[in-house]
């Protein structure tokens, strides 16, 4: 997986916004996505972007509220989330990912990165 550090969450209210980057050793090459665990829950792929970020995934329950985006030269990506909701609650985590779509999953699925923490309260 290459060292990926995660960073931007926090507390907000719901309605409220943040924006979430990830800068990573593996960006090369690869599609990326963002993943959440909250607690007691499996983790869940939330959006990915392919490596030249021409094409986008979001599940349901987060699309029209964030945005996916990456800067190849930086090697980060980032999350920009608006109209946060409580349910949106949980430890937010980066990773490659072998493709971008429905299901897309990571590449090593045993290496993690510290990951993001989110809580929106109501």
């Known amino acids: 997986q290459g060292q990926v550090t995660e960073s931007g969450g926090g507390a907000v209210q719901a309605g409220g916004s943040l924006r979430l980057s990830c800068t990573t050793s593996i960006f090369i090459n690869w599609p990326m996505g963002w993943f959440r665990q909250a607690p007691g829950q499996e983790r869940e792929g939330v959006s990915c972007i392919a490596y030249w970020g021409g094409s986008t995934y979001y599940d349901d329950s987060v699309k029209g509220r964030f945005s996916i985006s990456r800067d190849n030269e930086k090697k980060t990506l980032y999350l920009q989330m608006n109209s946060l909701k409580p349910e949106d609650t949980a430890m937010y985590y980066c990773?490659?990912?072998?493709?971008?779509?429905?299901?897309?999953?990571?590449?090593?699925?045993?290496?993690w990165g510290q990951g993001t923490q989110v809580t929106v309260s109501s």
């Open positions: 990773a490659a990912v072998s493709s971008c779509g429905p299901s897309f999953s990571p590449l090593n699925p045993n290496s």
